[in-house]
């Protein structure tokens, strides 16, 4: 039996990415990927039983990393705005350092991968935010609202802005580059929006 080369094994996740992104998931497959590895289809099945055992696996693998990097320096019991800030932050530096993960997380999101994804990502990351939401909502900082209306309104601004800035231009097709300054203007608005 073969052994796994770790660096090759990082080529196959990274190529599966932006083979996932630019042709979506209904045009990836494994002889494509392998040429684009340049190795052979068989190789392949080193690393993964199959298409969908490739696709989920890169799927939690990078579920896992954002969450670890949404984490990073949050504290359960920082105050409303300050532990958005920190949330901010994080979900803005790991999406601007790793541009094509926003869009290939969104290939999963409308997939029947979806659910295998979430359970993963939800595993680490939800412990917290919960706690912190408690902790926010228990000192009366914001009301009690739907989770989904909560994410709309507290992250959609967000990767809407990261979303312009990837594709170079605003809805209205003008050039758009984020900069800090849009940056953190758009999340005082979302904190008051948040406020009681």
């Not at 199959?50 to 670890?68: N, P, Y």
């Not at 979900?91 to 094509?100: A, G, I, S, V």
């Not at 967000?158 to 203007?185: K, M, T």
Request: charge should be negative.
């Amino acid at each position: 039996m073969r052994t796994r080369d770790i660096d090759k094994e990082l080529l196959v996740k990274q190529k599966a990415i932006e083979s996932i992104v630019k042709d979506g998931l209904e045009g990836f497959s494994m002889n494509k990927l392998a040429k684009a590895c340049q190795i052979s289809v068989a190789t392949l099945y080193i690393y993964y039983k199959d298409r969908d055992d490739l696709i989920v696996k890169i799927a939690q693998e990078e579920g896992l990393r954002m969450a670890e990097a949404m984490l990073e320096g949050f504290d359960v019991n920082a105050s409303f705005e300050d532990g958005m800030r920190v949330q901010w932050r994080n979900r803005y530096k790991h999406m601007m350092d790793n541009p094509l993960i926003g869009v290939f997380f969104d290939q999963l999101r409308s997939s029947s991968y979806h659910a295998q994804f979430m359970e993963t990502f939800k595993k680490n990351f939800e412990t917290s935010i919960g706690t912190f939401m408690h902790n926010v909502l228990e000192r009366g900082e914001v009301n009690e609202m739907p989770l989904e209306v909560y994410w709309s309104v507290a992250y959609a601004p967000l990767y809407s802005l990261i979303r312009f800035h990837n594709e170079g231009h605003s809805i209205g097709g003008s050039p758009f580059q984020i900069s800090d300054e849009i940056l953190w203007a758009t999340f005082d608005l979302v904190i008051k929006a948040l406020r009681n």
